[in-house]
């Protein structure tokens, strides 16, 4: 009967234990499904904020942004890439990329030509690609693609867009100034705001003699003769405040020692956000115009000098005249007197032929004054 007792009674220890043991189980169980759903709540909710970066990050760039799987499917887009191409939001909820390619080939130049190289890229499948899309409205679009891999297998492409119309514009126009000034006429020199030559066309070559490797990065003090080398201080001081220079006429030294007259309009430079970096100059040859004015002046000096002379000579003559003439004329009116009624015709005839040359005297000397 005591045996009895015993067993039972170790039955109910180990029953116990058994009991105590699966509590403690349980509750490290309950404790551990506690710490992990914590954790997956943290890892969920730090997904969720990456995702919401990563959709802020996609909708803050300024390129258009579409993602396409393996299967020819959209996945995700950004708002740049819908107003870019301009796409309905009917097209947008398929979410299909052939119905997005069709719509956007119609705002394309070549249609087909945009569609048939979207096959080549699908059929070979390349790591990234570059192209330049012109479209109907004049704008340029640049593409570029990337396979997206996740794990090291291709999950689909990434494409991204980005209109580059003001900046193709701003280059072409960059591109005809060049041809300007490398087909000008006139010197176009650039420098810093040290006085440091940056720029130099060919008519710099042709003016003055140096190559542009000769004076780029050098000082333009090495044009200024020596008794204009302040010139240079005045000009830089006017462009630092933002003045022009306009048509200032001085004088220049050439390569080979030549003094050139020369006409310089010098403007500031204005970099992106309208701070002065440096200074734009045109130099244009004036020494035919100098000789022709220096000229001039000799020319007009030597018929003052002819004109002060003449009157001299013509206040000489018409004084040398006087006396002689009021001789003369004296002497035609005594012969009047004395003759009247008794000259024939002829006499008559010669004597006023006298007195007409003897008024024509008069009239000129008093011209002559």
Same mark, same amino acid.
Do not use: M, P, W, Y
């Given at each position: 009967m005591a045996k009895r007792k015993d067993e039972e009674e170790a039955l109910r220890s180990v029953a116990l234990q058994n009991a105590q043991s699966i509590f403690l189980a349980r509750q490290r169980a309950e404790e551990e499904l506690i710490r992990t759903?914590? *954790?997956?709540? %943290?890892?969920?909710?730090e997904l969720t904020r990456s995702l919401a970066r990563m959709r802020a #990050?996609?909708? *803050? #760039? #300024?390129?258009?942004?579409? %993602?396409?799987? &393996?299967?020819?499917?959209v996945t995700d887009y950004n708002a740049q890439f819908v107003t870019i191409w301009q796409l309905p939001r009917e097209v947008l909820d398929t979410r299909e990329h052939l119905p997005l390619l069709t719509v956007m080939s119609q705002y394309c130049k070549e249609p087909s030509q945009?569609?048939?190289?979207?096959?080549?890229?699908?059929? &070979? &499948?390349p790591l990234d690609t570059y192209d330049?899309?012109?479209?109907t409205d004049s704008r340029v679009v640049e593409r570029f693609s990337r396979i997206q891999f996740v794990e090291d297998r291709n999950v689909g492409r990434v494409w991204s867009f980005r209109d580059i119309t003001e900046r193709r514009q701003a280059e072409v126009a960059s591109l005809r100034l060049a041809a300007i000034v490398e087909s000008s006429d006139d010197a176009i020199v650039s420098k810093s705001l040290d006085g440091v030559v940056t720029s130099w066309n060919a008519a710099a070559e042709r003016l003055f003699g140096y190559r542009a490797e000769e004076m780029i990065g050098q000082p333009i003090l090495r044009l200024l003769p020596e008794d204009r080398q302040d010139e240079e201080r005045m000009i830089l001081g006017r462009l630092k405040r933002g003045e022009c220079v306009d048509h200032f006429e001085t004088v220049r030294r050439t390569k080979d020692g030549r003094l050139l007259d020369v006409s310089v309009t010098i403007s500031p430079l204005r970099d992106g956000r309208g701070v002065i970096i440096g200074a734009s100059k045109i130099a244009h040859d004036i020494t035919v115009r100098k000789q022709a004015e220096d000229a001039r002046a000799r020319l007009l000096v030597e018929v003052q000098r002819s004109n002060e002379e003449f009157q001299q000579f *013509?206040?000489? %003559? &018409?004084h040398d005249l006087s006396e002689p003439l009021r001789t003369i004329t004296s002497f035609l009116q005594l012969l009047n007197r004395r003759l009247q009624g008794t000259l024939d015709a002829k006499a008559a005839e010669y004597l006023a032929f006298v007195e007409e040359g003897a008024q024509r005297l008069r009239h000129l000397g008093t011209e002559i004054k």
């Open positions: 759903k914590e *954790a997956l709540e %943290v890892k969920t909710h #990050t996609l909708e *803050a #760039t #300024t390129d258009g942004i579409l %993602v396409t799987n &393996s299967h020819g499917q945009f569609l048939t190289r979207i096959d080549d890229i699908n059929a &070979s &499948s330049l899309l012109e479209c *013509a206040h000489i %003559v &018409s």
